[in-house]
């Protein structure tokens, strides 16, 4: 029986093994937690950009983070059963914010198009 992964391990395997990983589905602990981490990092890095007057850290983690970020969210999308570009409803201001994050805390559909529903191997 494998041992359950540690919220930061879901971090870290979307930048080490997922990077530019498109296809298949991303469960919503691996999703959200990919954007707790992101985030905490990046206010720390912004923090450290204050005191040495530079935030160039911070833009160089924001560049490294984006593709995978991308591709992170695809997958989630894919596992509620909608295509990638419902990512681009995040243009809209504010309501496609909205509509895009109520996409992705939705629960995990059964196996679709995507690929089989990645809650059930672990459970």
Do not use: C
């Not at 937690?33 to 007057?53: A, E, P, Q």
């Not at 591709?71 to 809209?92: C, E």
């Amino acid at each position: 029986m494998n041992p359950q992964p540690q919220p930061f391990d879901y971090y870290l395997d979307v930048l080490k093994n997922k990077y530019a990983q498109f296809n298949g589905r991303a469960r919503r602990r691996e999703y959200w937690y990919f954007v707790l981490f992101n985030l905490l990092i990046s206010i720390g890095l912004g923090i450290v950009g204050t005191f040495v007057d530079s935030n160039f850290l911070s833009m160089i983690y924001n560049l490294a983070v984006f593709v995978p970020g991308i591709a992170a969210a695809v997958r989630r999308l894919h596992d509620t059963g909608r295509s990638g570009l419902w990512i681009l409803i995040g243009l809209i201001p504010v309501l496609g914010l909205i509509v895009l994050i109520v996409f992705m805390v939705e629960d995990s559909k059964p196996d679709n198009q995507y690929g089989p529903n990645p809650k059930a191997a672990v459970l």
